[in-house]
């Protein structure tokens, strides 16, 4: 997502490129960017119209337009965002609501979850030498859970930036694992998802979205309410990770023996 994209190049950046000049202005002003015109862009970024153009291009859009559209799509998926409390409870209501839904989220994920299909994405993560991530938004986080607690598996992991284009190695033995809490990286980002799924490596989708077609292998994490997504996909991607973790000890275990 136009986030995560941002963020990355002010990562990457020092503070008086223009490139972080840039991200650091349409970051705080993205509410405002679809209504304003590249000229004005590029005036309060000190840079020329054809460096704005050049900009949008590297974050993997075709002209600043189509930057506009896509910052309207972003806008209009964080005011769909569910508040996870209520306005009026008091904070101990809040806390038990919340906690009796979550009970009732995992309860529903244990009865629910293809455990065929979880179990062929565990063995399919233990069997390559490698697993590159793709996630966007808030899916990041959950990618950045899964690089510590598989780097400390030994488990070589990468995590791929926002558009894809960093040099990627088509090694057979490396798996892609795209994260998609809502799939909405599946409506953003259509000519990025088309690249990544057109790769011959072993790609796997985990998303909480029935509504993602694709025609790789993809695990549904099964959930009561969307705004609980987020959590639903942490719950299972910590049971991947438990189940990762007792693999290897048993395996460390028969070695031993």
């Known amino acids: 997502m136009i986030d995560s994209k941002l963020n990355d190049i002010l990562n990457s950046h020092d503070c008086d490129e223009p490139a ?9 002003n993205l509410s405002r960017i679809p209504v304003l015109p590249i000229s004005e862009v590029a005036k309060a970024c000190f840079v020329s119209k054809g460096q704005i153009s050049k900009f949008v291009k590297r ?24 508040p996870i409390f209520d306005a009026i409870p008091d904070l101990k209501k809040n806390v038990m ?19 065929g299909v979880l179990r062929k994405l565990i063995k399919d993560m233990e069997g390559h030498r490698e697993i590159h991530l793709f996630a966007q938004g808030e899916a990041r986080s959950i990618c950045q859970i899964l690089q510590i607690e598989l780097g400390n598996l030994a488990i070589p992991i990468g995590i791929n930036n926002t558009d894809f284009s960093r040099p990627f190695c088509y090694s057979s033995d490396i798996m892609i694992l795209i994260i998609s809490i809502n799939g909405r990286s599946f ?4 000519n990025v998802m088309k690249k990544i799924l057109d790769m011959p490596n072993d ?3 985990i998303t909480c979205s029935p509504k993602v077609l694709v025609s790789k292998n ?6 009561t309410n969307d705004k609980f997504n987020e ?10 990770i438990a189940q990762l973790r ?8 028969d070695g031993n023996d």
Request: net charge positive.
């Open 218 to 223: 993809k695990l549904i994490v099964p959930t």
């Open 203 to 205: 790609i796997w989708v």
């Open 231 to 240: 959590f639903a996909m942490r719950f299972v991607v910590d049971i991947i």
């Open 187 to 190: 409506s953003f980002n259509k």
């Open 20 to 28: 972080y000049v840039i991200s650091d202005y349409m970051k705080r």
């Open 97 to 115: 609501g919340f906690t009796q839904q979550y009970i009732q989220l995992l309860r529903h994920i244990e009865r629910n979850i293809d455990y």
């Open 59 to 82: 974050l993997g859009y075709e002209s600043y337009s189509d930057f506009k559209d896509s910052c309207v799509e972003y806008l209009e998926a964080q005011e769909q965002k569910k």
């Open 246 to 253: 007792q693999s290897r000890s048993e395996g460390g275990r």
